[in-house]
């Protein structure tokens, strides 16, 4: 079976996907320490559906009114 080639999702480099491939699916560690980055800025963010009461939780689940 030939090896699967993907794009580096920093660089758009071939990649091969092989357990031999460190940086996989980046192609290097500059690429993979990039994206990591930015997901420490906030620059990546996972959408969460909006609370109807728009309050935080904590209070909540700490067991009562502070």
């Known amino acids: 079976m030939a090896d699967r ?3 580096c999702p920093q660089c758009s480099a071939d990649v091969r996907w092989t357990p031999e491939s460190k940086w996989r699916p980046f192609c290097s560690e500059r690429c993979k320490l990039i994206d990591l980055g930015a997901w420490a800025s906030d620059r990546y963010r996972i959408a969460t559906p909006e609370t109807s009461d728009g309050g935080d ?8 009114d502070s």
Do not use: A, D, F, T
């Open 5 to 7: 080639i993907v794009k």
């Open 57 to 64: 939780k904590s209070s909540e689940e700490s067991g009562g």
